[in-house]
């Protein structure tokens, strides 16, 4: 059984995903997971890679970055109680951004892909709470890309109305 402790920084952090488990199923939840500790700065994922995890994050953050040439900038950040690389853990489609810690580092669940399928398998119920957090997880990314590209619309539109 996992540590205690985990279990309830992954309570206190995860409310969406623990909203309707109890802290036993949040403990075999746990049970499947490994937990990773990052450096300040470490990449968790590169641009490129494959996903063979996907991450639910515990403590720290995690920042997206896009690379342009020999230009990098960030476009996201992960915080805890937020899923980062399931995009690529599902798809199975190479990474399109980069994956690393923030400056005070970061604590994540990985879920590797052997280990969900037994969670699929042997805890249906998580497994099908996990599939929903992932699922709203997504949504909120599409709705949020979608609102971010409505504003670049407007915003060239009135730009090149003016011009």
């Known amino acids: 059984m996992p540590d205690q402790q985990l279990v309830q920084q992954v309570q206190n952090t995860c409310h969406l995903f623990c ?16 937990v990773i500790d990052l450096e300040p ?26 690379v342009n040439g020999d230009r990098e900038f960030e476009i996201g950040e992960i915080v805890p109680g937020g899923l ?6 599902f798809d199975r489609k190479p990474r399109t951004v980069c994956l690393k810690a923030s400056g005070s580092g970061a604590r994540l669940l990985e879920i590797q892909r052997q280990m969900f399928h037994r969670l699929r398998i042997e805890e249906p119920y998580i497994s099908t709470n996990l599939l929903e957090f992932v699922i709203r997880s997504l949504d909120l990314l599409v709705r949020e890309l979608s609102s971010q590209n409505a504003s670049l619309h ?5 730009t090149e109305a003016a011009a």
Do not use: C, P
């Open 41 to 66: 700065q470490e990449i968790l994922a590169d641009i490129g890679d494959i996903g063979n995890s996907f991450y639910l994050v515990i403590a720290g953050s995690i920042r997206l970055y896009q």
């Open 19 to 34: 909203a309707a488990l109890t802290k036993d199923e949040v403990a075999q939840f746990v049970s499947y997971t490994h």
């Open 84 to 89: 980062v690389g399931e995009m690529s853990f």
């Open 154 to 158: 407007v915003r060239l539109n009135t």
